[in-house]
């Protein structure tokens, strides 16, 4: 199975959610990470935490959608919809869902502090896959309808 994670830039959260995916993802399962407005560039303290937490962050890069070396079969919007973002809608036939994470780049504060969003955003990411690698995926594979009922209420915590 292939995940897209999705947002606007592509620099933070959706960078984030495909490493931390990768990391975790047992064999035949496949993350990406794509933007509708990309900015082209990693955000220097997601990158930062990532390595911390010892996730690979080597080949990661900002790109379009309308890059993506594969077709995704599950998209997941990371736009926090509570910042009064709007997601970019993917057209493809797909499995879609929305897992809204507010933008730690956004936090204005110490060091301290912006450290401290990175990592909030981290471990609620860490916690939404967890709960996806736990569900029968090759059970909800061949039913869309559960799948994506499955991937909402992971989104919904």
């Given at each position: 199975m292939?995940?897209l994670?999705?947002c606007?830039?592509?620099?933070c959260r959706?960078i984030m959610?495909?490493?931390?995916?990768?990391?975790?993802?047992p064999?035949?399962f496949?993350a990406?990470?794509?933007?509708s407005?990309?900015?082209?560039?990693?955000?220097?303290?997601?990158l930062?935490?990532?390595?911390r937490?010892?996730?690979a962050?080597?080949?990661?890069t900002?790109k379009?959608?309308?890059d993506?070396?594969l077709?995704p079969d599950?998209?997941?919007t990371?736009?926090?919809?509570?910042a009064?973002?709007?997601?970019p809608?993917?057209?493809?036939?797909?499995v879609?869902?929305h897992?809204g994470l507010?933008?730690?780049?956004e936090?204005?504060?110490?060091?301290a502090?912006?450290?401290a969003a990175?990592?909030a955003t981290?471990?609620i990411v860490?916690?939404?896959i967890g709960?996806l690698?736990?569900?029968?995926?090759?059970?909800l594979?061949g039913d869309?309808a559960?799948?994506?009922?499955?991937?909402d209420?992971i989104?919904?915590?």
């Open positions: 292939n995940f994670f999705l606007t830039g592509n620099s959706s959610s495909e490493a931390v995916f990768n990391h975790l993802a064999h035949g496949k990406i990470s794509a933007g407005h990309p900015t082209g560039r990693l955000n220097p303290d997601a930062g935490l990532l390595r937490h010892g996730i962050v080597d080949g990661y900002s379009s959608w309308h993506l070396p077709t599950v998209v997941v990371v736009c926090g919809n509570a009064g973002e709007t997601c809608a993917y057209l493809g036939d797909v879609r869902t897992w507010t933008d730690p780049s936090v204005q504060g110490t060091p502090e912006v450290a990175f990592e981290y471990a860490l916690a939404r709960a690698f736990a569900l029968p995926l090759a059970e594979a869309r559960a799948l994506k009922a499955a991937l209420r989104g919904a915590c």
